[in-house]
């Protein structure tokens, strides 16, 4: 009896260590439950976080990821506001976010691709990952296209709305400062690049929220595999 007992218990047991190497039709059913789960689930936070910094506002009235003056810029900004131009810095300022905002839906066909391409391993890696496991997925597959998509957008958009000829005015007026006569700063690529951290950083609060939070699993599918 103690014999047969031992003989069901191994063999169950390299029944369940095979699931995932073999392919019987249970083991194919659930890794294409988890496949789509994942990319609904990726689907899902990416739409929400586009959504979140492509609006008025997105950038500007969040400050987790507000556009400020760069660091190297703030000895002159605040000595410019002192000389009287603290409305021209402010303008400036709010320029740079609402170019943010209308670059962000640039992301929606690249982070489609993305989740398009997602494989088997990739799916596993990010399930079995930390919280920001998918962000990090999208970080490594897709910054270099969002920024390409993002920049000519922020320029264009900066352009238009006189934040070019803003900064032109503030780098004239840092020149005459001590200290600040040799400053270079490339506004485009600052501007591209904190839109993009600030996105990524929106949808890592999304990733966060479904894995750890059943209320934010909103379909059947997402349950499912988030709830194991």
Do not use: C, H
Not at 42 to 60: C, H, P, R, W
Request: net charge positive; no cysteine; glycine share 8%.
């Amino acid at each position: 009896m103690r014999k047969e007992i031992y003989k069901n218990i191994v063999m169950l047991a390299a029944v369940t260590s095979l699931l995932w190497v073999a392919t019987p039709a249970i083991a194919e059913l659930e890794q294409a439950t988890i496949i789509s789960g994942l990319k609904e689930a990726l689907s899902l936070s990416t739409e929400k976080a586009i959504a979140l910094v492509g609006k008025t506002d997105g950038y500007f009235g969040n400050q987790a990821i507000k556009i400020l003056m760069p660091e190297k810029m703030r000895m002159v900004t605040d000595a410019l506001g002192k000389m009287g131009m603290q409305k021209q810095v402010d303008e400036f300022i709010l320029s740079m976010n609402r170019a943010a905002e209308k670059a962000a839906p640039k992301a929606a066909s690249i982070f489609g691709d993305a989740i398009k391409n997602m494989n088997l391993e990739d799916a596993r890696k990010i399930l079995n990952g930390g919280d920001t496991a998918a962000t990090d997925y999208f970080k490594l597959k897709t910054s270099d296209s969002i920024y390409t998509e993002f920049k000519p957008v922020i320029a264009a958009t900066m352009g238009e709305a006189g934040t070019t000829r803003l900064f032109e005015n503030i780098m004239s007026k840092a020149k005459t400062l001590p200290l600040m006569s040799g400053i270079k700063f490339d506004l485009d690529d600052y501007v591209t690049k904190k839109s993009t951290d600030g996105l990524f950083m929106m949808l890592g609060q999304q990733e966060k929220m479904i894995r750890i939070n059943p209320g934010a699993r909103s379909t059947d599918l997402l349950k499912t595999v988030f709830g194991k």
